[in-house]
């Protein structure tokens, strides 16, 4: 069974630029997690959906991320404009049942912004 | 403000020997914590868990302690292997509610085994 897929596994843009990624979920996974880890600090969360609901996106930095999930199947992240401190690793995890707190995450998508 | 911490940036153990990442935590909401291995280029896989109304968990070569007097709790890895090698990051969240719907990590402990 595939694991979780993201695309692209590397972005380099300037800033002021706009970035989307991609994230597929393991099938059947109804939750999907967005989280970042910028240089050397911890891995933060950014947003959870159930489906294609957003349940809770108290992690999202300002509203120059938007993240969606039409379908409840593959989500995007969008980052527009881009800015230097939007640089790091953002991965993507799903599970199929949120209780058990277990995710399974993707390699991650690196985003360097110049 | 940091709710969960990994104090030891990096910890280097001998092959054969005991392995122990420490975490502590601040947020007394946080009632099912999870330790994550992630090697480089990859993504975080869960290694073991625990819910706050135990103390011990145990999987193979990985046990992982729960304090929740001290709102601490340590992975033990006996004994270490070289593919032990890799960045443990401990998570924790609030199943019961009270805080947001993600996992909270801590920034991590490079585990380094020598041969």
């Known amino acids: 069974e595939a694991g979780v897929t993201q695309f692209p596994s590397h972005s380099v843009i300037e800033k002021g630029q706009t970035v989307t990624l991609r994230c597929d979920p393991i099938?059947?996974?109804?939750?999907l997690y967005w989280y970042r880890r910028v240089m050397g600090k911890e891995i933060k969360f950014l947003l959870h959906?159930?489906?294609?609901?957003?349940?809770?996106e108290s992690g999202m930095p300002n509203n120059r991320f938007l993240a969606e999930r039409t379908g409840g199947t593959y989500s995007t992240l969008k980052v527009q404009p881009a800015e230097l401190e939007d640089s790091g690793v953002y991965f993507c995890?799903?599970?199929?049942?949120?209780?058990?707190?277990?995710?399974?995450f993707g390699e991650g998508s690196r985003l360097t912004v110049l | 403000d940091q709710q969960v911490k990994q104090n030891s940036p990096s910890l280097s153990v001998q092959e054969g020997r005991i392995s122990i990442l420490n975490c502590d935590y601040t947020?007394?909401?946080?009632?099912?914590f999870l330790w994550y291995k992630k090697y480089p280029a990859e993504g975080p896989t869960f290694l073991i868990s625990i819910s706050s109304i135990k103390d011990k968990n145990e999987d193979g070569r990985f046990t992982v302690f729960l304090n929740k007097s001290a709102k601490h709790l340590s992975l033990h890895i006996v004994p270490s292997q070289a593919g032990d090698s890799a960045v443990y990051f401990c998570a924790a969240s609030a199943q019961g509610g009270g805080g947001a719907d993600g996992l909270t990590f801590g920034k991590g402990t490079h585990l380094i085994i020598q041969p």
């Open positions: 995890a799903s599970s199929l049942f949120r209780a058990t707190g277990e995710l399974f």
């Open positions: 099938s059947g996974h109804d939750n």
């Open positions: 947020n007394s909401m946080f009632d099912y």
């Open positions: 959906f159930v489906k294609e609901s957003k349940q809770d």
